[in-house]
Protein backbone atom coordinates (compact mmCIF):
# COMPACT_ATOMS: atom_id res chain seq x y z
CA UNK A 1 0.00 0.00 0.00
CA UNK A 2 2.77 2.26 0.37
CA UNK A 3 4.31 1.69 -2.50
CA UNK A 4 0.78 2.69 -4.47
CA UNK A 5 0.50 6.00 -2.33
CA UNK A 6 4.29 7.07 -3.50
CA UNK A 7 2.93 5.94 -7.00
CA UNK A 8 0.25 8.63 -6.32
CA UNK A 9 2.15 11.62 -4.91
CA UNK A 10 2.28 14.16 -6.73
CA UNK A 11 6.01 15.07 -7.57
CA UNK A 12 7.64 17.40 -5.65
CA UNK A 13 10.08 19.91 -8.03
CA UNK A 14 11.79 23.31 -7.05
CA UNK A 15 11.12 26.91 -8.52
CA UNK A 16 14.63 26.50 -10.14
CA UNK A 17 13.90 23.03 -11.52
CA UNK A 18 10.54 24.77 -12.72
CA UNK A 19 12.02 27.25 -14.40
CA UNK A 20 14.23 25.38 -16.24
CA UNK A 21 11.94 22.48 -17.32
CA UNK A 22 9.61 25.43 -18.15
CA UNK A 23 12.53 26.90 -20.54
CA UNK A 24 13.85 23.58 -21.77
CA UNK A 25 9.70 23.15 -23.17
CA UNK A 26 10.23 26.92 -24.62
CA UNK A 27 13.10 25.95 -26.37
CA UNK A 28 12.24 23.02 -27.66
CA UNK A 29 8.53 24.20 -29.27
CA UNK A 30 10.81 27.24 -30.63
CA UNK A 31 12.65 24.85 -32.53
CA UNK A 32 10.15 23.04 -34.30
CA UNK A 33 8.03 25.95 -35.19
CA UNK A 34 11.30 27.09 -36.54
CA UNK A 35 11.06 30.12 -34.38
CA UNK A 36 7.24 31.41 -35.60
CA UNK A 37 5.85 33.11 -33.03
CA UNK A 38 2.48 32.05 -35.07
CA UNK A 39 1.32 35.31 -35.62
CA UNK A 40 0.45 35.65 -39.35
CA UNK A 41 -0.72 33.31 -42.23
CA UNK A 42 2.63 32.22 -44.14
CA UNK A 43 0.54 31.85 -47.22
CA UNK A 44 2.22 34.92 -48.55
CA UNK A 45 5.54 33.44 -48.33
CA UNK A 46 4.88 30.72 -50.81
CA UNK A 47 6.30 27.47 -50.81
CA UNK A 48 8.69 27.90 -47.86
CA UNK A 49 11.32 25.61 -47.77
CA UNK A 50 10.61 24.69 -44.11
CA UNK A 51 8.03 25.28 -41.79
CA UNK A 52 6.07 23.43 -38.88
CA UNK A 53 2.58 22.29 -40.60
CA UNK A 54 -0.33 20.85 -39.06
CA UNK A 55 -3.08 18.74 -40.42
CA UNK A 56 -6.82 19.98 -39.55
CA UNK A 57 -9.00 16.68 -39.47
CA UNK A 58 -12.62 18.16 -38.12
CA UNK A 59 -12.33 20.75 -41.38
CA UNK A 60 -10.24 18.35 -44.07
CA UNK A 61 -10.95 14.72 -42.88
CA UNK A 62 -9.49 13.04 -45.76
CA UNK A 63 -6.14 14.32 -44.67
CA UNK A 64 -5.21 16.00 -47.85
CA UNK A 65 -4.29 19.71 -46.35
CA UNK A 66 -1.91 21.16 -44.25
CA UNK A 67 -2.04 24.62 -42.29
CA UNK A 68 0.76 27.07 -40.78
CA UNK A 69 0.79 27.88 -36.83
CA UNK A 70 -0.97 30.86 -36.78
CA UNK A 71 -3.74 29.28 -38.86
CA UNK A 72 -3.85 26.40 -36.60
CA UNK A 73 -3.76 28.81 -33.33
CA UNK A 74 -6.52 31.25 -34.79
CA UNK A 75 -8.69 29.43 -37.28
CA UNK A 76 -8.49 25.71 -35.94
CA UNK A 77 -8.52 26.18 -32.46
CA UNK A 78 -10.40 23.20 -30.55
CA UNK A 79 -10.22 21.46 -33.82
CA UNK A 80 -8.64 18.21 -34.19
CA UNK A 81 -5.18 18.27 -35.22
CA UNK A 82 -2.57 16.52 -36.15
CA UNK A 83 1.08 17.99 -35.55
CA UNK A 84 3.15 16.98 -38.54
CA UNK A 85 6.41 18.55 -37.36
CA UNK A 86 7.99 20.31 -40.27
CA UNK A 87 7.62 19.55 -43.87
CA UNK A 88 9.55 20.93 -46.88
CA UNK A 89 8.49 23.33 -49.93
CA UNK A 90 4.62 23.80 -47.76
CA UNK A 91 2.11 26.12 -48.92
CA UNK A 92 -0.69 27.09 -46.12
CA UNK A 93 -3.95 25.62 -47.55
CA UNK A 94 -6.07 27.04 -44.71
CA UNK A 95 -9.68 28.18 -46.65
CA UNK A 96 -8.72 27.00 -50.21
CA UNK A 97 -10.96 24.99 -51.79
CA UNK A 98 -10.18 21.66 -49.80
CA UNK A 99 -11.79 23.41 -46.60
CA UNK A 100 -15.29 23.79 -48.29
CA UNK A 101 -17.20 26.83 -46.62
CA UNK A 102 -14.41 27.18 -44.43
CA UNK A 103 -12.30 31.10 -44.88
CA UNK A 104 -9.24 31.80 -43.67
CA UNK A 105 -9.55 34.12 -40.64
CA UNK A 106 -5.44 35.62 -41.73
CA UNK A 107 -5.51 35.17 -45.50
CA UNK A 108 -8.74 35.17 -47.07
CA UNK A 109 -7.37 35.51 -50.68
CA UNK A 110 -5.49 32.26 -51.86
CA UNK A 111 -5.83 29.80 -54.56
CA UNK A 112 -7.93 27.15 -54.62
CA UNK A 113 -5.05 24.92 -54.45
CA UNK A 114 -1.73 24.82 -53.82
CA UNK A 115 -0.45 21.94 -56.55
CA UNK A 116 3.07 22.00 -55.74
CA UNK A 117 2.16 20.76 -52.01
CA UNK A 118 3.32 17.08 -51.05
CA UNK A 119 0.71 14.92 -48.90
CA UNK A 120 1.45 11.42 -47.59
CA UNK A 121 -0.65 9.50 -44.37
CA UNK A 122 0.63 11.46 -41.74
CA UNK A 123 -1.81 14.17 -42.20
CA UNK A 124 -4.24 11.69 -41.59
CA UNK A 125 -2.54 11.00 -38.28
CA UNK A 126 -0.83 7.52 -39.26
CA UNK A 127 2.37 6.89 -39.76
CA UNK A 128 5.25 4.12 -41.03
CA UNK A 129 4.71 1.20 -43.21
CA UNK A 130 2.11 -0.06 -40.38
CA UNK A 131 -0.46 2.97 -40.83
CA UNK A 132 -0.69 3.28 -36.91
CA UNK A 133 -1.11 6.69 -35.25
CA UNK A 134 1.04 8.25 -32.64
CA UNK A 135 0.82 8.13 -30.12
CA UNK A 136 -0.88 4.61 -30.27
CA UNK A 137 -3.55 4.28 -28.29
CA UNK A 138 -2.97 0.20 -28.23
CA UNK A 139 0.49 0.47 -27.43
CA UNK A 140 1.47 -0.53 -23.96
CA UNK A 141 4.94 1.96 -24.64
CA UNK A 142 5.10 4.66 -27.33
CA UNK A 143 8.22 3.42 -29.37
CA UNK A 144 10.55 6.20 -30.17
CA UNK A 145 9.73 6.72 -34.67
CA UNK A 146 12.97 8.22 -36.98
CA UNK A 147 11.73 10.49 -39.68
CA UNK A 148 13.31 10.02 -43.60
CA UNK A 149 14.82 12.67 -45.03
CA UNK A 150 13.38 12.27 -48.58
CA UNK A 151 9.67 11.24 -48.08
CA UNK A 152 9.44 12.94 -44.60
CA UNK A 153 7.66 10.00 -43.20
CA UNK A 154 7.91 8.63 -40.04
CA UNK A 155 9.21 5.09 -38.94
CA UNK A 156 9.10 2.78 -35.80
CA UNK A 157 12.64 1.14 -35.01
CA UNK A 158 11.77 -2.09 -35.83
CA UNK A 159 9.81 -1.22 -39.43
CA UNK A 160 13.19 -0.22 -41.41
CA UNK A 161 13.64 -3.31 -42.79
CA UNK A 162 16.09 -4.14 -40.97
CA UNK A 163 17.62 -7.93 -39.59
CA UNK A 164 17.68 -6.05 -36.15
CA UNK A 165 17.23 -2.76 -34.44
CA UNK A 166 20.84 -3.32 -33.36
CA UNK A 167 21.91 -2.38 -37.24
CA UNK A 168 20.66 1.08 -36.43
CA UNK A 169 24.08 3.01 -35.70
CA UNK A 170 24.22 4.16 -32.07
CA UNK A 171 26.51 5.16 -29.69
CA UNK A 172 28.03 2.91 -26.59
CA UNK A 173 25.16 5.09 -24.73
CA UNK A 174 22.46 4.63 -27.22
CA UNK A 175 22.26 7.51 -28.98
CA UNK A 176 21.86 8.07 -32.52
CA UNK A 177 25.69 8.70 -34.53
CA UNK A 178 23.69 9.11 -38.16
CA UNK A 179 22.53 12.67 -39.25
CA UNK A 180 19.48 11.14 -41.68
CA UNK A 181 17.82 8.27 -43.11
CA UNK A 182 16.86 7.22 -46.02
CA UNK A 183 13.85 4.58 -45.73
CA UNK A 184 13.53 1.83 -48.27
CA UNK A 185 11.08 3.40 -50.38
CA UNK A 186 13.08 6.39 -51.27
CA UNK A 187 16.70 4.41 -51.12
CA UNK A 188 16.60 3.17 -55.15
CA UNK A 189 16.82 6.92 -56.28
CA UNK A 190 20.19 6.99 -53.93
CA UNK A 191 21.92 4.10 -55.43
CA UNK A 192 24.77 6.60 -56.51
CA UNK A 193 25.60 7.30 -52.97
CA UNK A 194 27.08 3.90 -52.35
CA UNK A 195 29.41 4.83 -54.99
CA UNK A 196 30.76 7.60 -52.39
CA UNK A 197 33.65 6.62 -50.37
CA UNK A 198 32.64 3.88 -47.40
CA UNK A 199 32.44 7.25 -44.60
CA UNK A 200 29.52 8.03 -46.21
CA UNK A 201 26.97 5.79 -44.66
CA UNK A 202 26.79 6.01 -40.57
CA UNK A 203 27.43 2.54 -38.82
CA UNK A 204 27.00 0.63 -35.25
CA UNK A 205 29.93 1.52 -33.03
CA UNK A 206 31.01 -2.21 -33.02
CA UNK A 207 31.44 -2.14 -36.94
CA UNK A 208 33.09 0.98 -37.33
CA UNK A 209 36.52 0.03 -36.99
CA UNK A 210 38.10 -0.74 -39.40
CA UNK A 211 36.12 0.02 -42.55
CA UNK A 212 36.89 -1.20 -45.93
CA UNK A 213 39.20 0.89 -47.97
CA UNK A 214 37.50 3.65 -49.96
CA UNK A 215 37.58 3.77 -53.37
CA UNK A 216 37.14 7.27 -54.28
CA UNK A 217 39.79 9.08 -53.06
CA UNK A 218 38.03 12.66 -53.85
CA UNK A 219 35.38 12.85 -51.64
CA UNK A 220 36.00 12.83 -47.84
CA UNK A 221 33.39 13.24 -44.78
CA UNK A 222 33.77 14.11 -41.61
CA UNK A 223 37.88 14.35 -42.63
CA UNK A 224 40.03 16.68 -44.63
CA UNK A 225 38.39 17.83 -47.58
CA UNK A 226 39.65 17.96 -51.06
CA UNK A 227 39.99 21.67 -52.49
CA UNK A 228 36.54 22.08 -52.78
CA UNK A 229 35.74 21.75 -49.04
CA UNK A 230 38.19 23.56 -47.81
CA UNK A 231 37.47 25.09 -44.43
CA UNK A 232 36.44 28.29 -45.21
CA UNK A 233 32.95 28.29 -46.58
CA UNK A 234 32.19 30.23 -49.83
CA UNK A 235 29.35 32.55 -49.12
CA UNK A 236 26.06 32.02 -51.27
CA UNK A 237 25.85 34.63 -54.07
CA UNK A 238 22.12 36.56 -54.36
CA UNK A 239 20.90 34.23 -56.77
CA UNK A 240 21.07 31.19 -54.81
CA UNK A 241 20.37 31.80 -51.16
CA UNK A 242 21.11 28.64 -49.29
CA UNK A 243 23.29 27.12 -52.00
CA UNK A 244 27.68 27.82 -52.42
CA UNK A 245 28.41 29.49 -55.43
CA UNK A 246 29.36 27.20 -58.56
CA UNK A 247 32.98 27.14 -58.76
CA UNK A 248 35.78 25.09 -61.00
CA UNK A 249 35.94 21.99 -58.33
CA UNK A 250 32.41 21.81 -57.89
CA UNK A 251 32.64 21.50 -62.16
CA UNK A 252 34.23 18.38 -62.00
CA UNK A 253 32.31 15.35 -60.90
CA UNK A 254 33.49 13.73 -57.85
CA UNK A 255 31.67 10.58 -59.07
CA UNK A 256 34.32 9.88 -61.62
CA UNK A 257 30.84 8.77 -63.51
CA UNK A 258 27.70 9.43 -65.12
CA UNK A 259 25.20 9.46 -62.42
CA UNK A 260 22.79 8.71 -64.85
CA UNK A 261 24.14 5.29 -65.86
CA UNK A 262 24.88 3.79 -61.95
CA UNK A 263 21.72 2.41 -61.60
CA UNK A 264 20.59 -0.86 -62.13
CA UNK A 265 17.29 -3.30 -61.51
CA UNK A 266 19.96 -5.91 -60.12
CA UNK A 267 20.86 -3.21 -57.55
CA UNK A 268 18.38 -2.04 -55.16
CA UNK A 269 19.81 -0.77 -51.70
CA UNK A 270 17.89 -0.90 -48.41
CA UNK A 271 17.69 1.34 -46.11
CA UNK A 272 20.50 3.93 -45.64
CA UNK A 273 21.84 5.87 -42.49
CA UNK A 274 24.19 8.98 -43.50
CA UNK A 275 27.06 10.40 -41.60
CA UNK A 276 27.19 13.53 -40.14
CA UNK A 277 27.54 16.33 -42.99
CA UNK A 278 27.06 13.87 -45.32
CA UNK A 279 25.25 16.36 -47.66
CA UNK A 280 28.46 18.81 -48.16
CA UNK A 281 30.13 15.35 -49.59
CA UNK A 282 27.65 15.32 -52.99
CA UNK A 283 28.71 16.01 -56.08
CA UNK A 284 27.24 18.91 -57.24
CA UNK A 285 29.03 19.00 -61.14
CA UNK A 286 26.13 19.63 -63.76
CA UNK A 287 25.48 16.62 -64.63
CA UNK A 288 24.51 15.44 -60.78
CA UNK A 289 22.63 18.30 -60.11
CA UNK A 290 20.67 17.77 -63.31
CA UNK A 291 19.88 14.43 -61.46
CA UNK A 292 18.95 16.30 -58.56
CA UNK A 293 16.67 18.16 -59.99
CA UNK A 294 15.15 15.71 -62.18
CA UNK A 295 14.42 13.06 -59.16
CA UNK A 296 12.91 15.75 -57.21
CA UNK A 297 15.82 16.00 -54.19
CA UNK A 298 17.54 18.87 -55.09
CA UNK A 299 17.17 20.36 -52.32
CA UNK A 300 19.42 18.05 -50.84
CA UNK A 301 22.45 20.55 -51.66
CA UNK A 302 20.53 23.59 -50.32
CA UNK A 303 22.17 23.86 -46.64
CA UNK A 304 18.46 25.53 -45.42
CA UNK A 305 16.97 22.50 -46.06
CA UNK A 306 18.36 20.43 -43.17
CA UNK A 307 16.93 20.14 -39.98
CA UNK A 308 20.16 21.51 -38.16
CA UNK A 309 20.26 25.07 -40.23
CA UNK A 310 16.22 25.24 -39.21
CA UNK A 311 17.32 24.43 -35.87
CA UNK A 312 19.87 27.12 -35.78
CA UNK A 313 17.47 29.76 -37.24
CA UNK A 314 14.99 28.95 -34.51
CA UNK A 315 17.65 29.12 -31.69
CA UNK A 316 18.46 32.98 -33.63
CA UNK A 317 15.19 33.88 -33.32
CA UNK A 318 14.33 33.11 -30.13
CA UNK A 319 17.54 35.01 -28.91
CA UNK A 320 16.91 37.58 -30.33
CA UNK A 321 13.33 37.40 -29.39
CA UNK A 322 15.21 37.20 -25.76
CA UNK A 323 17.03 39.86 -25.91
CA UNK A 324 14.05 42.29 -27.53
CA UNK A 325 12.35 41.36 -24.54
CA UNK A 326 15.37 42.24 -22.12
CA UNK A 327 16.10 45.24 -24.04
CA UNK A 328 12.02 46.35 -23.28
CA UNK A 329 12.43 45.80 -19.39
CA UNK A 330 15.33 48.21 -19.57
CA UNK A 331 14.03 50.80 -21.87
CA UNK A 332 11.06 50.79 -19.28
CA UNK A 333 13.40 51.24 -15.77
CA UNK A 334 14.84 53.87 -17.99
CA UNK A 335 11.82 56.04 -18.05
CA UNK A 336 11.66 56.29 -14.58
CA UNK A 337 12.63 58.73 -12.51
CA UNK A 338 15.40 57.77 -9.72
CA UNK A 339 12.60 56.88 -6.90
CA UNK A 340 10.30 55.46 -9.64
CA UNK A 341 13.24 53.11 -10.37
CA UNK A 342 14.13 52.78 -6.59
CA UNK A 343 10.47 50.99 -5.75
CA UNK A 344 10.36 48.79 -8.67
CA UNK A 345 13.68 47.08 -8.01
CA UNK A 346 13.16 47.11 -4.47
CA UNK A 347 9.65 45.14 -4.60
CA UNK A 348 11.15 42.74 -6.89
CA UNK A 349 13.82 42.67 -4.35
CA UNK A 350 11.28 42.06 -1.67
CA UNK A 351 9.55 39.10 -3.86
CA UNK A 352 12.36 37.19 -4.29
CA UNK A 353 12.86 37.44 -0.25
CA UNK A 354 9.30 36.67 0.37
CA UNK A 355 9.33 33.71 -1.95
CA UNK A 356 12.46 32.54 -0.60
CA UNK A 357 11.54 32.51 2.94
CA UNK A 358 8.70 30.72 1.80
CA UNK A 359 10.28 27.80 0.34
CA UNK A 360 12.61 27.67 3.27
CA UNK A 361 9.95 27.42 5.99
CA UNK A 362 8.22 24.62 3.43
CA UNK A 363 10.93 22.32 3.26
CA UNK A 364 11.67 22.86 7.30
CA UNK A 365 8.11 22.35 8.07
CA UNK A 366 6.80 19.02 9.05
CA UNK A 367 5.08 17.65 5.62
CA UNK A 368 7.49 19.38 3.04
CA UNK A 369 6.11 17.42 0.47
CA UNK A 370 2.41 18.70 1.02
CA UNK A 371 1.14 20.88 -2.11
CA UNK A 372 0.77 24.61 -2.32
CA UNK A 373 -2.07 26.05 -2.01
CA UNK A 374 -4.48 28.99 -3.57
CA UNK A 375 -3.82 30.18 0.33
CA UNK A 376 -0.04 29.47 0.67
CA UNK A 377 -0.16 32.26 -2.48
CA UNK A 378 -2.26 34.20 -0.67
CA UNK A 379 -0.20 34.64 2.40
CA UNK A 380 2.59 35.60 0.43
CA UNK A 381 0.83 38.46 -1.04
CA UNK A 382 -0.55 39.19 2.39
CA UNK A 383 3.19 39.84 3.66
CA UNK A 384 4.55 41.40 0.95
CA UNK A 385 1.23 44.40 1.51
CA UNK A 386 1.76 44.24 5.40
CA UNK A 387 5.56 45.32 4.92
CA UNK A 388 5.10 47.88 2.07
CA UNK A 389 1.91 49.38 5.05
CA UNK A 390 5.13 49.07 7.57
CA UNK A 391 7.31 51.50 5.80
CA UNK A 392 4.67 53.48 4.45
Not at 37 to 53: F, L, P, S
Not at 54 to 63: D, E, I, K, N, W
Not at 141 to 156: G, L, P, R, S
Amino acid sequence: MADAFEDEMERVVTIDEYIKEVEAEELEADLVLGGDEGKECTYANGYMKRQAIFSCLTCVPQGNAGVCTACSLTCHDGHEMVELWTKRKFRCDCGNAKFIDFTCKLTSDKDSENIDNKYNHNFKGSYCTCGRPYPDPEAEEQVEMIQCCICEDWFHEDHLGLNSVNEIPRDEEGEPIYEDFICQKCAPTFTFLKHYPSSIMSRPVLENAPQATDTNPNVTVNGSAPEANSSTDPKPDSNSKGKEPMNDEDAKCKLGKDINEIFSGSEIPGTMFLSKKWREALCRCETCSTYYAKSGVEYLIDKEDTIAEYEKMAKEKRMEKLQQQEGAEMNFLNKLDHVQKIEVLSAISDMKDELRNFLASKQDSADPSRPITSDDVRGIFDNLRKKKQRLL
